[in-house]
C-alpha cells in the first residue's frame, strides 16, 4: 500500500517526465535524473569513503610489514587455510611484496562492499520502487517499457564507476603502478555489476524487497565459500574458486602478474544476467513476482498475534542468516590461534598495529576476535531498530496503531526482539570463538571463558541500539546517523592501534569502552556506565517518539 509520503514523493517529479514519442526508452533520461536525485548521497558517501579506506589500508598494510622479513613471514602465514578462506588466493608467495599483500589480503574486502552496494541499490530502483507503488504512478505518464529497468541499471552503473574510481586513485596515490590500479578498480566495478544483475534477477523471482535481497545476500555469501574453499584447495586458486564471481577479479592477479582475460568473464556473466532478468520481466506484471504468491491463512497465526510477533517475522530472518555467517567466522578466526607462535617469531612488532599482547598470545589474540565480532551486533542491532522506520515510512506501523496499540507499546516490543536476538548472537559468537580457539589449542576450557567474554559487549551494543531509538524517537530522518557510531567504531577497531589515533577521538567508540576480557581483568564501572546510558537514551527515544508525528517526524 503507498502512503501519503510516496504519493507526494512520485507526483512531486512526476512533472520531469517528458512528453514525446513512444519508444522502449522513453523517459529514460529524466528517469535517471530522478533516481539519480533519490540516491546521489549515498553514491557520493560510498565514492569518498572508499578513496579514504583504501590508501588507510593500503598505509596500514606498509606499516604492519615495514621490511622483506616481515613480508616473508606474513607469506609464511599463507599456508593456513584458515587465513586463506578469509582472505584469497596466495600469490607470490616466494616473493611476497606489499602490492601482493594488498592483492591478496584486501582485494577481497573491496570487492565484498562493491558487492553489497550493487545488491542494494538495485533493489533500491528495482522490487522496492514496484512494492512502494511507485513505480506503477510513474508508469502512469509517458514512459517506455524498458525505461525503468535501464534506469535503475545506469543508477547502478554510475555507483560503481564512483567505487571503482575511489579503489583507483586510492591505490594510486600510495604507489600502486597505474596499469595495475586501473585494473584493480575495473574489476571492482565488473564484480559490483556481476552481483547487481543476480540482484535483478532475483527481483523477479519475489515481489518482496526482503525477499529478493535475501536471495542475492545469500548468492554473495555462497560465492564467498565457493572461492574460499577453491583457494583452500589450490593456494593459488582450484576450479572451484572459478565458480565464484569474486575469484574471477581476483584471478587477475592485479599487483602481481596482471592478466585481463578474467575480467571477460565477468562481463560475459553480466551479459548473461541482464538478459535472463529481462527476460524473466517480460513474464510478469508489475508488481508481482514470477511466481503468483500463495494465498495467506485467513487468519494471523498465534505466533504472529503474539506480542513482537511481527518484529519477529520481519527481523528475525536478517538475523538467522548473518549468526550463520558470524558464527563461521569465529569459528575460522578462533582457528587462527595455532599460527600465533610463528607469526610473533616472524613478526615481533604485530603488537604495535593491534592490541596483541606479545607475552599472552591467546589470551590477547582471542580478546580482540571478540572485539571485531561485536561490530556484527552493533550494526544489526541499527538495522533491526531503522526497520521500524521503514515500517513507518511505509504507513504499517499507523495501520497497528489504528488497531488499538499505542506506540510505545509496539516500539518497545519491536526493540525487545531485537534486542533478544542480539543477545542470542552475542553468545552465538562466544561460542563459535570458544570452538576454534579450542580446535587451535586443544584447551575446552576456552568454550566457556569465550562464552562469557562474548557476554561483556551487551551494554555497548545496548547503548548502540539505545541511541538509534532515541534519534528515531527525536525525529524519523535522523535515525540513519546511527550508522556513524557503527563505522567509527569499525575504524576504531581496526585501525586505532595502527594510526595510533588519539585517546579523545577512540572514545568515541562505544566498543573502546568494553573491558578487553579475556586478556584484562574485567572492570564493571564502563558497563554499568553503558547500561544506564542505554536506559536513559531509550527512555528518551519512547517519550519523543509519543510526541512527534507518524512520517512528518
Not at 541499471?153 to 564507476?161: H, M, R, T
Not at 556513524?484 to 569502552?513: I, K, M, N, Y
Request: proline residues 4%; neutral net charge.
Amino acid at each position: 500500500m503507498r502512503t501519503a509520503a510516496d504519493r507526494a514523493t512520485s507526483m512531486r517529479h512526476s512533472h520531469l517526465l517528458e512528453v514525446g514519442p513512444a519508444t522502449a526508452l522513453t523517459g529514460l533520461g529524466t528517469l535517471v535524473r530522478l533516481f539519480w536525485r533519490l540516491s546521489r548521497r549515498q553514491i557520493i558517501l560510498w565514492g569518498l569513503v572508499m578513496l579514504a579506506t583504501v590508501p588507510a589500508s593500503v598505509v596500514a598494510l606498509k606499516e604492519a610489514y615495514p621490511d622483506q622479513q616481515a613480508l616473508d613471514a606474513r607469506a609464511a602465514l599463507l599456508g593456513n587455510p584458515s587465513a586463506v578462506l578469509m582472505t584469497g588466493p596466495a600469490f607470490a608467495r616466494d616473493h611476497y611484496t606489499l602490492w601482493a599483500a594488498v592483492a591478496n589480503e584486501l582485494f577481497l574486502y573491496i570487492l565484498l562492499a562493491g558487492a553489497i552496494m550493487s545488491i542494494l541499490m538495485t533493489m533500491r530502483h528495482t522490487r522496492l520502487e514496484e512494492e512502494s507503488g511507485r513505480l506503477e504512478l510513474l508508469r502512469s505518464l509517458p514512459m517506455g517499457r524498458l525505461a525503468p529497468a535501464a534506469a535503475a541499471l545506469a543508477i547502478v552503473v554510475i555507483a560503481n564507476l564512483a567505487l571503482g574510481a575511489g579503489v583507483s586513485i586510492g591505490v594510486l596515490i600510495t604507489g600502486a603502478p597505474a596499469v595495475d590500479a586501473l585494473a584493480l578498480g575495473l574489476a571492482t566495478v565488473l564484480t559490483g555489476l556481476v552481483f547487481a544483475g543476480l540482484a535483478g534477477v532475483a527481483a523477479q523471482l519475489t515481489e518482496h524487497a526482503g525477499t529478493a535481497s535475501g536471495l542475492s545476500l545469500g548468492a554473495l555469501a555462497v560465492a564467498f565459500l565457493l572461492r574460499g574453499v577453491g583457494d583452500v584447495l589450490d593456494a593459488e586458486g582450484s576450479w572451484l574458486s572459478w565458480l565464484s564471481p569474486l575469484a574471477w577479479a581476483q584471478q587477475t592477479r592485479v599487483l602481481v602478474d596482471l592478466r585481463w582475460w578474467p575480467l571477460a568473464v565477468s562481463g560475459a556473466a553480466l551479459i548473461v544476467l541482464l538478459v535472463l532478468a529481462a527476460a524473466l520481466s517480460r513474464r510478469r506484471d508489475v508488481g508481482a513476482g514470477l511466481r503468483a504468491a500463495a494465498a495467506g491463512p485467513s487468519g494471523a497465526s498465534r505466533a504472529l498475534r503474539a506480542p513482537g510477533g511481527l518484529a519477529r517475522r520481519l527481523v528475525t530472518p536478517t538475523m538467522l542468516t548473518w549468526a550463520i555467517g558470524l558464527f563461521l567466522f569465529a569459528i575460522a578466526f578462533g582457528s587462527l590461534a595455532a599460527s600465533l607462535e610463528d607469526m610473533v617469531d616472524q613478526l615481533p612488532t604485530i603488537g604495535e598495529f593491534a592490541p596483541i599482547d606479545v607475552d599472552d598470545l591467546t589470551s590477547s589474540f582471542t580478546a580482540y576476535i571478540l572485539l571485531m565480532l561485536a561490530l556484527g551486533p552493533v550494526g544489526l542491532i541499527v538495522a533491526g531498530v531503522l526497520r521500524l522506520r521503514a515500517e513507518e515510512q511505509e504507513g504499517r506501523l499507523a495501520g497497528l496503531l489504528v488497531a488499538g496499540t499505542s506506540r510505545v507499546d509496539v516500539v518497545s516490543r519491536w526493540v525487545l526482539v531485537v534486542a533478544l536476538e542480539v543477545v542470542a548472537l552475542q553468545v552465538l559468537l562466544g561460542l563459535g570463538t570458544g570452538i576454534g580457539v579450542w580446535l587451535a589449542t586443544g584447551d575446552l576450557a576456552w568454550i566457556g571463558e569465550c562464552l562469557l567474554a562474548a557476554l561483556v559487549y551487551l551494554p555497548a551494543e545496548a547503548l548502540v541500539g539505545a541511541i538509534t531509538l532515541a534519534l528515531y524517537g527525536l525525529r524519523a530522518r535522523w535515525a540513519g546517523l546511527a550508522w556513524l557510531v557503527v563505522v567509527w567504531a569499525a575504524l576504531d577497531t581496526f585501525l586505532g592501534d595502527l594510526l595510533q589515533l588519539p585517546e579523545w577521538s577512540r572514545d568515541l567508540s562505544v566498543l573502546h569502552h568494553v573491558p578487553f576480557v579475556p586478556h584484562d581483568d574485567l572492570d564493571v564501572v564502563p558497563l554499568v556506565v553503558m547500561a544506564v546510558l542505554a536506559l536513559a537514551l531509550a527512555a528518551v527515544g519512547l517519550i519523543a517518539l509519543r510526541r512527534r508525528d507518524l512520517v512528518a517526524g
